[in-house]
């Protein structure tokens, strides 16, 4: 009689397992193909934290072993955004004249994005000098970038239409949640492999798990039925720069929050490049001793998603984005005293939790913004002023921390974030909270 009631037992686990991946109970009700993309996207995000967490954390710790300079780092980080900027309006060009989003998603993000990855772990095969060998690296790095950024509006543009609006703060925190876990378990075990083989054999290793948890994060993806494969001639007209500009004026709330997340992420960057170079360089933390900050802030994150995906679609994610806004700048001011491993434990513990709130309420924030119709091409002009705030800010973090310290550098990040966050609440239109029907941007906000 074991039998039978393991085989029950096997499948409540089962069912409770394929209604976490919709995102809990809320999503029962919905078409079954609404639900199996549901879990097919989770999948999706699953791996693909896995090989973002590892190509994140320890490329910069892979360049610098490679012989890179901190200026080349900073050079990194703005040519990526810079080239991404490029790419982006073509991309939502694409999309908006032929459709097949997903296969657009499929082909620059999944595949030759992730294959550069692979290029990364075989660098140190190639029979060049050191100081070629970095050139290469960086121009692999920002390959990838340019790759998935071709990719966004299209990635964008689905996910839109993927995940109903009245579950996605629910959903978003749990498939948030499974990712922070899938992050902090490679992040664990690579920076410990990276730390016990010496030399660049143990980030090739982690590289190339991250090209192969990429691969895996694309075929989940390409699993994904569209619902809109072709595009909206009724919908949509012809995409011109001209008409774009008319659209914008149209909505005077979407063009607020563009400058202002421009202002927030040109402070962010300021810093973003340097905090891994400096418990590296002046620190003197080993990978491993880095893995275990990132993890903390991991943890520290997956605490509490799941709590704020469900107070994001009860409240509206504009009211606690603006809370989170006015808590991240103590951040960058705290790292000024920092010179312990404990100290950066307990500022990323702290950090995870404000972080992991923002990230998930900030992207459906941005989604609840846009058109549907137009949102290829709303997310392109979005991430265009995003990427170019990015590099500048690259750019000055990297003049900084050359002509002063790295502690000018958390000093001015900080200043810029408080700016920053106090024009998002002076000139933000309220959201009086929850879902809404209505899309048009003006009367909201992300």
Known sequence: MAFPRNFVVLARLRRAVRQFTWGGLWAISLPVPTKRNLSWFFFDGLFASASDNIYFTYLTLFLLTLGASKAQIGL????????????????????????RRKDVTVLFGGVLARVMILGLAAIPLLPLGPAVLVWVAIGLSVLRDAFGNFAFPAWMSVTG????????????????????????????????????????????????????????????????KDPRALPDKSAVEQFSFGAALRDLKCHPAFVTLGFVMALWNFSLNISGPFFSVFMVGELKFTASMVGITTITTTISSLLFQ?????????LG????????????????????????????????AFG???????????????????????????????????TLALAAGAALGSWLVTEWSYRAVFLGSGIGRVVAAMLFARLMPSQPGGSREDPEPVRVRS
């Open 161 to 224: 239409d993927i995940v109903p609006l009245e579950g996605r703060g629910r959903y978003f925190g749990s498939r948030n949640f499974v990712m922070g876990v899938a992050g902090m378990l490679v992040i664990y075990i690579f920076g410990e492999s990276i730390t016990r083989v010496s030399g660049p054999l143990g980030y090739q290793i982690a590289l190339g798990a991250a090209f192969v948890f990429g691969i895996l994060s694309t075929y989940a993806f390409s699993r994904l």
């Open 306 to 314: 799941r709590r704020f995906g469900r107070l994001s679609d009860r």
């Open 76 to 99: 990194m980080s703005s040519l990526s955004s810079l080239s991404a900027a490029l790419l982006l309006l073509p991309g939502a060009l694409l999309v908006e004249r032929f459709g």
């Open 352 to 386: 995870g939790v404000i972080w992991g709130a923002f990230n998930l309420v900030s992207f459906n924030f941005l989604l609840s913004m846009m058109p549907d119709a137009l949102r290829a091409r709303y997310s392109a002009i979005y991430q265009i002023l995003i």
């Open 317 to 348: 994610p504009g009211r606690l984005q603006l809370i989170c806004m006015f808590l991240i700048p103590v951040l960058p001011f705290a790292w000024v005293f920092v010179d312990r491993l404990w100290q950066v434990i307990m500022l990323n």
